[in-house]
């Protein structure tokens, strides 16, 4: 498999195990280190694992379901980094509250052997048209 092909499969695991609400799965697909940084739409940024992990705990307590569909997908690989841009299209059920919204999405990824782990996720939504 290519190095990009891997990247994107690293990419699905991760939103395979956001939509399952996995904590276990989640400590898998991150890297654990202090370098470790993600920005949840409406969070303030959140550094190192511990913080990460936690916001991931929170965020799983207090959806009954969340569903993707990822669009305009595009990795990058360059040596030991990579990363991937994505539109999260998303159905999810919050509280009861069932909404669908789009988010733009950057994923970063670092090797770690023959792994991809995902070492910063940065997401915001979609506000409308862009510059002119």
Same mark, same amino acid.
């Given at each position: 498999?290519?190095?990009?092909?891997?990247?994107? *499969?690293?990419?699905?695991?991760?939103?395979?195990?956001?939509?399952?609400?996995?904590?276990?799965?989640?400590?898998?697909?991150?890297? #654990?280190?202090?370098?470790?940084?993600?920005? #949840?739409?409406?969070?303030?940024?959140?550094?190192?694992?511990?913080?990460?992990?936690?916001?991931? *705990?929170?965020?799983?307590?207090?959806?009954?379901?969340?569903?993707?569909?990822?669009?305009?997908?595009?990795?990058?690989?360059?040596?030991?980094?990579?990363?991937?841009?994505?539109? *999260?299209?998303?159905?999810?059920?919050?509280?009861?509250?069932?909404?669908?919204?789009?988010?733009?999405?950057?994923?970063?990824?670092?090797?770690?052997?023959?792994?991809?782990?995902?070492?910063?996720?940065?997401?915001?939504?979609?506000?409308?048209?862009?510059?002119?």
């Amino acid at each position: 498999m290519s190095d990009d092909a891997e990247v994107v *499969e690293a990419n699905a695991r991760f939103y395979r195990a956001f939509e399952a609400l996995d904590i276990a799965e989640m400590d898998r697909v991150w890297a #654990h280190g202090e370098h470790v940084k993600c920005v #949840h739409p409406g969070w303030p940024l959140l550094s190192g694992w511990e913080a990460v992990r936690e916001s991931w *705990e929170t965020i799983f307590t207090n959806t009954e379901e969340m569903r993707f569909t990822l669009s305009n997908v595009s990795a990058v690989v360059g040596g030991h980094q990579a990363w991937v841009t994505c539109t *999260e299209n998303i159905l999810s059920d919050v509280a009861g509250r069932v909404t669908v919204t789009a988010i733009l999405a950057t994923n970063l990824f670092e090797r770690d052997g023959a792994d991809w782990r995902l070492v910063h996720h940065h997401a915001s939504h979609i506000l409308g048209g862009g510059p002119a």
